[in-house]
């Protein structure tokens, strides 16, 4: 049973930063590829970020320049800086640990509780 706890949200204003953390259980945390995801009110899921086993990184598009996902295996957590807040970036944010250890690996059914993240104009 894999249990996900993501935590860090919370109310910014446009500009500001977070850091947000996601703590993973089970021993394949370090083999596996952990993604950040993030749904808005009214809308899909949408990916954020990933990172491999190996520390490969990749972005989507909406956030690239102001996000850094990164990840400490001896803590079995992942971690996702966002910095140059939007409104726009206003959501519920999820990880998951992907099937795999490569960033292509497609993601589980795995998912935490989320943590809120709302970002004031």
């Known amino acids: 049973q894999v249990q996900l706890v993501e935590s860090g949200g919370g109310l910014v204003q446009a500009g500001g930063s977070l850091r947000l953390s996601c703590a993973a259980s089970?021993?394949?945390?370090?083999?596996?590829?952990m993604g950040w995801y993030r749904q808005a009110p009214g809308k899909q899921r949408e990916w954020v970020a990933i990172?491999?086993?190996?520390?490969?990184?990749n972005y989507a598009d909406s956030v690239k320049g102001r996000a850094t996902i990164s990840r400490d295996n001896t803590k079995n957590t992942v971690y996702l800086q966002m910095n140059s807040l939007k409104p726009e970036d206003t959501a519920v944010y999820y990880c998951?640990?992907?099937?795999?250890?490569?960033?292509?690996?497609?993601?589980?059914?795995?998912w935490g509780q989320g943590t809120q993240v709302t970002v004031s104009s």
């Open positions: 998951n640990r992907h099937r795999g250890p490569y960033i292509y690996s497609a993601r589980s059914d795995y």
């Open positions: 089970g021993s394949i945390f370090s083999i596996s590829a």
């Open positions: 990172i491999s086993s190996s520390g490969s990184t």
